[in-house]
């Protein structure tokens, strides 16, 4: 059975994922472990989310070396996918995973509100 905590944060990744008609939304800790996905059940996600905070962790390294005290989004494009992997705080990140029919505009300009969300429910 899952915790209060998980289900608040599917709920959130679901709200999310629906609003902006992503192809799905992955959390997970910045040493590369999944928190959640909604992406799929078909594939295993452990391997994606450790592969996305090394993307996250390698961006940093080169903003450092141009003087960037922070990293902004981190935009990847894929086939017919575009990954976008963005901090909720210095421990946990979102990555998103959309297609041609997805609409960030609608998801971004609440995405302090829906992290703020997700850090109150870990």
Do not use: P
């Not at 998980?6 to 910045?30: A, P, Q, T, V, W």
């Not at 040493?31 to 799929?40: E, F, H, P």
């Not at 901090?87 to 041609?100: G, K, P, Q, R, W």
Request: aromatic content about 10%; some cysteine.
């Amino acid at each position: 059975m899952e915790s209060q905590n998980s289900l608040k944060i599917n709920l959130i990744l679901d709200e999310m994922k629906e609003m902006g008609h992503f192809k799905g939304i992955m959390l997970s800790y910045r040493n590369g472990r999944l928190i959640a996905q909604n992406i799929g059940n078909n594939t295993d996600f452990n391997e994606f989310a450790a592969m996305c905070a090394s993307v996250l962790e390698s961006a940093e390294g080169l903003g450092k070396s141009f003087g960037a005290t922070k990293t902004g989004k981190i935009i990847a494009e894929l086939g017919n996918y575009t990954i976008i992997i963005i901090e909720c705080n210095y421990d946990i990140f979102l990555t998103f995973i959309l297609n041609n029919d997805s609409q960030i505009e609608l998801v971004f300009k609440n995405l302090n509100d829906f992290s703020q969300k997700i850090i109150e429910a870990i």
